[in-house]
């Protein structure tokens, strides 16, 4: 399927780019600083806010064993797992309010679920689609289920193999579902640039056949901007109201004036994409009357030869097409021309 509806809002082929905030912890336990991000989300002109739901003990253990211990070179190094997610997880009890305040600002709001228990908490909010996080595409039950609702499913592609993907997107279409979007992912946080291989997105898109778009961790807005030259129909940033409010998510996530911009830079890139086409456009046309064609650039009497000397190819547009002047060299004028004269056909001698 090339596209699909959440909502009111079409997303795929042909459509607008489909900008996502991601609100992820940048909300800093603050049920008003969420608020403010949700208002800030819609000033910088996102059609979406995502959520995340989870609490620590849906998705791991309160446990100090080495396993539990974060230390691969991420800015959550020497937390365990469940520290971290209680410190970033979104209160359940403030979702409902906040899809109502986004909905209120004219934003859909949806959520990654990370267990059966989310998705029915989410199934009670009515949310539109689904997102499955990155580090839940292998979770093959919690993709049956999510997909089971019948509503758009979104993949996040960044610890994926092309197995991973191929066993995600079966596991939706085995549910009946194929309102189905991937999006390439580098779960690096932040990801350098020579970690995105922004390639594979155009590959994502020959190769499944779903609309693609991207879930971007890097520093700036030049890789959203490039994603979408390459065909992404979705684009999810995460959006933080003020660099200085620090969390787990900071280091990724664009201020408000910088989110803004990606916008701004992501709707102009999609109207200059515009179509496949080869004729020239209204304005262009009005300018071909600039382009190079032949004139006579020297007094010519009745019977003199044309030559490179008094025959060139210089604008305006007025005169024969240049690439007649290998067939009119040698020959001879049929009048007097004066200099300046564009060239036609009835000033030239019938070739003999």
């Not at 996502?20 to 002109?45: F, P």
């Not at 305006?316 to 067939?327: D, E, I, N, V």
Request: glycine share 6%.
């Amino acid at each position: 399927m090339k596209t699909f509806q959440i909502g009111k809002r079409k997303i795929g082929e042909g459509q607008p780019v489909f900008i996502i905030a991601e609100l992820s912890a940048n909300h800093r336990q603050n049920y008003d600083i969420a608020v403010e991000t949700l208002e800030a989300a819609k000033k910088c002109g996102a059609d979406a806010v995502k959520l995340q739901t989870y609490t620590p003990d849906t998705l791991t253990l309160d446990s100090d064993r080495d396993c539990f211990q974060i230390k691969n070179g991420s800015p959550w190094d020497g937390k365990t797992l469940y520290k971290l997610y209680q410190e970033a997880y979104t209160p359940w009890d403030w979702q409902p309010k906040l899809k109502r305040v986004a909905e209120d600002l004219n934003l859909i709001c949806f959520s990654s679920p990370f267990d059966p228990s989310a998705v029915d908490f989410l199934e009670e909010m009515n949310v539109p689609a689904y997102k499955i996080a990155s580090f839940e595409i292998t979770d093959i039950p919690l993709i049956e289920y999510v997909a089971a609702r019948g509503k758009p499913v979104i993949l996040s592609t960044g610890i994926a193999t092309r197995e991973d993907i191929v066993e995600a997107i079966a596991a939706c279409k085995r549910m009946g579902n194929d309102q189905i979007a991937l999006l390439k992912c580098t779960s690096s946080y932040p990801t350098p640039l020579e970690s995105v291989n922004l390639k594979t997105l155009s590959d994502m898109t020959q190769t499944f056949r779903t609309v693609t778009g991207l879930s971007d961790h890097t520093l700036g807005t030049s890789v959203p901007i490039a994603a979408v030259a390459l065909g992404a129909k979705i684009i999810e940033k995460h959006l933080i109201l003020d660099d200085s409010l620090g969390g787990p998510d900071a280091a990724f996530s664009l201020a408000p004036n910088a989110f803004q911009a990606m916008v701004t830079s992501v709707r102009e890139t999609e109207a200059a994409l515009g179509e496949v086409r080869y004729r020239p456009t209204e304005g262009a046309m009005k300018n071909r009357q600039f382009a190079r064609s032949l004139f006579v650039v020297e007094d010519m009497k009745n019977g003199e030869t044309f030559t490179a000397s008094n025959l060139r190819s210089i604008r305006p547009s007025a005169g024969l097409h240049p690439k007649y002047s290998p067939q009119i060299i040698g020959r001879k004028s049929r009048v007097n021309i004066s200099r300046g004269t564009p060239l036609r056909w009835d000033l030239i001698e019938e070739d003999k």
